[in-house]
């Protein structure tokens, strides 16, 4: 199953992760808040986060930029 992994800081001004189905809905969470984002980080690898880096955007049909003789 593919999720999302979501990490915010709470009310208690404390960094969290959650895993989200593709549909938004919470499939796990961290029991523990966190003051570090680093060791959120750790927390959330422990249980299967691997970090994914983005890809570069596609150009879009008709954004291309041409260059003129």
């Known amino acids: 199953m593919r999720v999302i992994w979501r990490f915010f800081v709470g009310e208690d001004m404390r960094w969290r992760w959650q895993q989200l189905s593709v549909d938004r809905a919470v499939v796990a969470e961290s029991r523990s808040s966190y003051e570090k984002y680093e060791r959120c980080l750790a927390a959330a690898q422990s249980k299967g986060?691997?970090?994914?880096?983005?890809?570069?955007?596609l150009p879009r049909p008709g954004n291309r930029i041409y260059s003129r003789p």
């Open 49 to 57: 986060y691997i970090f994914e880096a983005a890809q570069d955007r």
